[in-house]
T-cell receptor, first 113, second 111 residues
Framework: AQSVTQLDSQVPVFEEAPVELRCNYSSSVSVYLFWYVQYPNQGLQLLLKYLSGSTLVKSINGFEAEFNKSQTSFHLRKPSVHISDTAEYFC???????????FGQGTELSVKP | DAGVIQSPRHEVTEMGQEVTLRCKPI?????LFWYRQTMMRGLELLIYFNNNVPIDDSGMPEDRFSAKMPNASFSTLKIQPSEPRDSAVYFC?????????FGQGTRLTVV
C-alpha cells in the first residue's frame, strides 16, 4: 500500500519570498507522484507530475518539484510566490502499474503582501 | 469537453434521508474515483472503478454507502440513510494518461 505525508499543514509566507512545501511518500512498488492545487470552492487541478526521466519537474507558473528516491520525497518549491498562489496544495501518489490515487492531508499556502 | 460534471453542487438533507450524488466523467477516461473531503480527515478515497468495474471499495466507510457505474459516462454515490457525520464535499475524478481531472464537487450537508 502507498501513503503520503505532508509535513506542514499551513505555510504562511510573504509575497516574493521563496517557499517549499514538503511531501514524503511510502511505497513498496514504483510510483508516480503528483502535486495538485485547490482554490476555494473548487476541485483539484494538476500542478505537476513525475512519471519517469528527469527527477526535476516544472509547472508553467514557476513551481517545481524534485523526486528523491533515496529520501522518498517529492518537495514542491517556488523561488518567488505571488498572492495568487494562495491555495491548498496536495501531494499524491499512485502505483506506476495503476491503482489507487492517494492524497496527503494538504498544505495550506497563505501568501501575504 | 466540459470536464467532469457533478450534480448537484449543493445538497441539504435531513438525517435518515437517501442522498444520491452523480458524476459524468470525461469521455474516453477509463478510471473513475470518488473522494470525500473534510477538514478533519482531508481527502479520502472512497472507491474507484476501472472500465466501469469497481476495483477497490475499501474506503467506503459503511454499508450505508454504495456506488455504481452502469456505463462509461455515468456514476452514482448513494448514502442511505444519511447521517450528520456524512456532511462533507464529495469529489469525483476521472483519469487519463496518469492525470486525474476533478469535478467541482458536491457539498453535502446532513441536518
Amino acid at each position: 500500500a502507498q501513503s503520503v505525508t505532508q509535513l506542514d499543514s499551513q505555510v504562511p509566507v510573504f509575497e516574493e519570498a521563496p517557499v517549499e512545501l514538503r511531501c514524503n511518500y511510502s511505497s513498496s512498488v514504483s510510483v508516480y507522484l503528483f502535486w495538485y492545487v485547490q482554490y476555494p470552492n473548487q476541485g483539484l487541478q494538476l500542478l505537476l507530475k513525475y512519471l519517469s526521466g528527469s527527477t526535476l519537474v516544472k509547472s508553467i507558473n514557476g513551481f517545481e518539484a524534485e523526486f528523491n528516491k533515496s529520501q522518498t520525497s517529492f518537495h514542491l518549491r517556488k523561488p518567488s510566490v505571488h498572492i495568487s498562489d494562495t491555495a491548498e496544495y496536495f501531494c499524491a501518489v499512485t502505483p506506476a502499474g495503476g491503482g489507487k490515487l492517494i492524497f496527503g492531508q494538504g498544505t495550506e499556502l497563505s501568501v501575504k503582501p | 469537453d466540459a470536464g467532469v460534471i457533478q450534480s448537484p453542487r449543493h445538497e441539504v438533507t435531513e438525517m435518515g434521508q437517501e442522498v444520491t450524488l452523480r458524476c459524468k466523467p470525461i469521455s474516453g477516461h477509463n478510471s473513475l474515483f470518488w473522494y470525500r473531503q473534510t477538514m478533519m480527515r482531508g481527502l479520502e478515497l472512497l472507491i474507484y472503478f476501472n472500465n466501469n468495474v469497481p476495483i477497490d471499495d475499501s474506503g467506503m466507510p459503511e454499508d450505508r454507502f454504495s456506488a455504481k457505474m452502469p456505463n462509461a459516462s455515468f456514476s452514482t454515490l448513494k448514502i442511505q440513510p444519511s447521517e450528520p457525520r456524512d456532511s462533507a464535499v464529495y469529489f469525483c475524478a476521472s483519469t487519463a494518461r496518469h492525470e486525474a481531472f476533478f469535478g467541482q464537487g458536491t457539498r453535502l450537508t446532513v441536518v
